[in-house]
């Protein structure tokens, strides 16, 4: 049997819901950013943490804003691209899961959509300790500025083939990123990898790329 809740994280106040998956013989655990105006109730989140929970991972799927903050967002679209305040909130969660009894214990990895793959770039760079590897699915990790050359975590980019001015933008991060990072472009995909089979591919690589990466030996 595995381990399945909602809890409430503490790093603001009132503090931020997540949905958490442990897997039995869970060999890693992943922390989902979500992109711009999305939640953790992300089709398309939710469909990659099932993916994943089947090949032993477990997942954070997490809002990332408070209620409050989500209503005002929601007209001013101003919360969704503040980078900085997102990886604030995304490393103060990792602090959190390597304190917590059960997730404490399994390597961390960040998997990243749209601007929140940005924040997770940066969250990685804060955390070289703790955050293991990183996907981004159709991400902005040219939002993650300087940031970029501090990241030491093996760092996947998936870009949709016809997603072109993004595909730019990741082959930039990329050469930021050095050796540690692979650019990877699935075909036939657009932005947000609706297109069918295009999403099982992005579920198939990211959730091979943390299986391989999460392996290394994780303190006690």
Do not use: C, K, Y
Not at 125 to 141: H, I, K, L, T
Not at 168 to 193: C, D, K, M, W, Y
């Amino acid at each position: 049997m595995g381990d399945t809740r909602e809890v409430t994280v503490p790093v603001v106040d009132g503090g931020l819901v997540a949905d958490v998956i442990v897997p039995s013989g869970a060999v890693g655990v992943v922390l989902f950013a979500h992109g711009s105006g999305s939640s953790r109730h992300s089709p398309r989140n939710v469909a990659v943490a099932h993916e994943f929970n089947g090949r032993a991972l477990g997942t954070v799927l997490v809002d990332l804003l408070t209620p409050e903050e989500d209503e005002r967002d929601e007209v001013t679209a101003e919360l969704r691209f503040d980078i900085g305040m997102l990886a604030e909130r995304l490393a103060a969660i990792v602090d959190w899961m390597a304190a917590e009894p059960t997730l404490g214990r399994l390597p961390i990895g960040l998997f990243g959509a749209s601007t929140g793959a940005a924040a997770a770039l940066v969250a990685a760079a804060a955390r070289p300790e703790q955050v293991g590897a990183v996907v981004s699915r159709g991400g902005r990790p040219d939002l993650a500025g300087s940031s970029l050359s501090a990241v030491r975590a093996p760092t996947l980019l998936l870009v949709g083939g016809l997603d072109e001015q993004v595909i730019v933008l990741n082959e930039q991060a990329r050469s930021e990123l050095g050796e540690i990072a692979e650019l990877r472009i699935v075909p036939g995909a657009t932005h947000l990898f609706e297109e069918p089979g295009t999403l099982e591919q992005v579920a198939d690589q990211a959730g091979s790329w943390f299986t391989t990466h999460l392996r290394q030996p994780h303190p006690a």
